[in-house]
């Protein structure tokens, strides 16, 4: 059965400084018409960053969830740039390091059930210390060094929730196996 919903007409409802929302109304495999609301995103990447066996996680406070996540470095790629770029330029925004070495260790769609964003990971080995530390104007953040054992029970008493930050932790120990 072909599973495609074919798009009969498509509308921007919201034009935000991060995202932009569009209703879809489509035509289903069945035949019959319903509504999609679609969340574009420019994309992002996030960095597995390790030195001493230790994973650097930064800790902020999130809006939507009105309290403090424990994540790795991640940020939304800009218009034009290269995301291997833009996880250099977040890496050291957030926590003061920079890298010449970076690998590709997955990537992965965060929500696709309502949104296409594709966030790229990234690992790094090599952490220079910067004596910038930059965040954004309107970012704010502890950091944390955790060994893999202990990212991995942070995980299982659910102190580290976010998704991008579980698949890198997911990916991390794969790495270490082989």
């Known amino acids: 059965m072909d599973l495609t919903e074919r798009t009969i007409e498509k509308k921007q409802i919201m034009d935000g400084k991060v995202i932009k929302v569009e209703k879809h109304i489509v035509t289903l495999p069945n035949g019959k018409e319903t509504v999609r609301e679609v969340v574009k995103h420019p994309g992002a990447v996030?960095?597995?960053?390790?030195?001493?066996?230790?994973?650097?996680?930064?800790?902020?406070?999130?809006?939507?969830?009105?309290?403090?996540?424990?994540?790795?470095?991640?940020?939304?790629?800009?218009?034009?740039?290269?995301?291997?770029?833009?996880?250099k330029r977040e890496l050291?925004?957030?926590?003061?390091?920079?890298?010449?070495?970076?690998?590709?260790?997955?990537?992965?769609?965060?929500?696709?059930?309502?949104?296409d964003e594709y966030i790229s990971l990234y690992y790094t080995d090599t952490l220079i210390a910067s004596s910038i530390l930059s965040p954004d104007e309107d970012e704010f953040v502890n950091h944390h060094w955790l060994t893999l054992d202990e990212a991995l029970q942070w995980i299982d008493e659910g102190r580290i929730e976010d998704a991008k930050t579980i698949i890198a932790i997911l990916n991390y120990q794969l790495k270490m196996r082989k």
């Open 92 to 115: 050291e925004e957030e926590t003061g390091y920079t890298t010449q070495q970076l690998s590709l260790l997955n990537e992965f769609y965060v929500s696709p059930g309502f949104c």
């Open 46 to 87: 996030a960095i597995l960053a390790v030195k001493d066996k230790k994973i650097l996680f930064v800790e902020q406070f999130r809006k939507a969830m009105e309290r403090c996540l424990i994540e790795i470095p991640a940020g939304k790629v800009e218009s034009g740039e290269e995301r291997v770029n833009t996880a």
